[in-house]
């Protein structure tokens, strides 16, 4: 099973809107409905931001949401804040035999 | 407030076996609601999911380290241990535990562990 392909660096000013897309496949991220994007900060865990495509576990700002179209999820951060800059990261379930993929990584840079 | 802290050593030798343990405290490894699983991360590079497991079912491994993985079970101490075998430099990485729905998402992780395969 290879990893779900994300851009490995985006960027914004504070304010601006920055979205990164997630790429699998029929069998990944365009066959369920259980596409998740997490935020990891260095050296501390990844933290769930968005589940099931666009849903927000609470206590993450409405400034994050999530979509879908076809075999690619995408996530966009509105409204920048430099407490945004970190890794994230996409995953997707992938079946019952492979479970879980998750994606490249992408750098999110505050200007 | 659920909490999992994973432990083992930090240090592997080349085709020895890597052996962690994730303590859960706070909700109970035995609830059928929820897999509780391991995900590595290489320096540098994305997670990648290793296997879970859901009280009296069954056990998923990833099918690229399948033959070298074991997860086992202790409900009497609310653990889970993973197992990875003949381990190589490849298998370098941070080591988490997590919980999950049954098909995702992680909503609890643990603080990681780094694990160096080295002679």
């Known amino acids: 099973q290879s990893a779900l392909t994300q851009p490995p660096s985006a960027s914004g000013s504070p304010g601006q809107s920055v979205t990164i897309s997630c790429t699998g496949t029929?069998?990944?991220?365009?066959?369920?409905?259980?596409v998740s994007w997490y935020q990891q900060h260095p050296g501390k865990a990844p933290k769930l931001m968005i589940y099931?495509?666009?849903q927000r576990p609470s206590g993450v700002p409405d400034r994050f949401s999530g979509s879908r179209s076809g075999n690619t999820a995408s996530l966009t951060v509105s409204g920048l804040q430099a407490e945004d800059e970190a890794d994230y990261y996409c995953?997707?379930?992938?079946?019952?035999?492979?479970?879980?993929?998750f994606g490249t990584g992408t750098k999110v840079t505050v200007l | 407030q659920l909490q999992l802290q994973e432990s083992g050593p930090g240090l592997v030798k080349p085709s020895e076996t890597l052996s962690l343990t994730c303590t859960v405290s706070?909700?109970?490894?035995?609830?059928?609601?929820?897999?509780w699983g391991w995900i590595r991360q290489p320096p540098g590079k994305g997670p990648e999911w290793i296997g879970s497991?859901?009280?009296?079912?069954?056990?998923y491994y990833n099918l690229a380290l399948k033959s070298r993985v074991t997860i086992s079970i202790d409900t009497s101490k609310n653990q889970f241990a993973l197992k990875l075998s003949s381990v190589t430099a490849a298998d370098t990485a941070v080591y988490y535990c997590?919980?999950?729905?049954?098909?995702?998402?992680?909503?609890?992780w643990g603080q990681g562990t780094l694990v160096t395969v080295s002679s």
């Open positions: 997590a919980r999950h729905t049954p098909a995702g998402p992680n909503d609890f």
């Open positions: 706070g909700g109970s490894i035995s609830s059928a609601t929820y897999y």
């Open positions: 497991f859901y009280y009296g079912g069954t056990t």
């Open positions: 029929s069998s990944d991220v365009g066959g369920y409905y259980y």
């Open positions: 099931e495509i666009s």
């Open positions: 995953s997707a379930y992938a079946g019952s035999k492979q479970f879980l993929v």
